[in-house]
C-alpha cells in the first residue's frame, strides 16, 4: 500500500462530513502521518480528491494544484 485517503483531514479540508470535532480528528491525521512517516517507507499518509475539493468551493486550478502537489 502506498497510500490512503485520510478521510478526518479530508473532511476538515473540505468540510465533507465531521465525524471528530476538528481538534481532535487533526491530532488523529497528524499523529497518523507521523507514524507512517517514521515506519514505512515510501508511503504517502495522505491523499486528497481533487474532485471533493472543488466541490467544497476550489477552483479548477486550485484542485489541480492540490492533485499534483501529492
Same mark, same amino acid.
Given at each position: 500500500?502506498?497510500?490512503?485517503?485520510?478521510?478526518?483531514?479530508?473532511?476538515?479540508?473540505? @468540510? /465533507?462530513?465531521?465525524?471528530?470535532?476538528?481538534?481532535? @480528528?487533526?491530532?488523529?491525521?497528524?499523529?497518523?502521518?507521523?507514524?507512517?512517516?517514521?515506519?514505512?517507507?515510501?508511503?504517502?499518509?495522505?491523499?486528497?480528491?481533487?474532485?471533493?475539493?472543488?466541490?467544497? @468551493?476550489?477552483?479548477?486550478?486550485?484542485? /489541480? @494544484?492540490?492533485?499534483?502537489?501529492?
Amino acid at each position: 500500500m502506498e497510500a490512503t485517503i485520510n478521510s478526518i483531514f479530508e473532511s476538515y479540508l473540505c @468540510g /465533507v462530513r465531521n465525524i471528530f470535532p476538528p481538534s481532535h @480528528g487533526l491530532r488523529l491525521a497528524l499523529d497518523l502521518m507521523e507514524y507512517t512517516s517514521k515506519t514505512s517507507r515510501c508511503f504517502s499518509a495522505i491523499t486528497l480528491s481533487a474532485n471533493n475539493l472543488r466541490e467544497s @468551493g476550489a477552483c479548477n486550478y486550485q484542485s /489541480v @494544484g492540490w492533485a499534483i502537489a501529492e
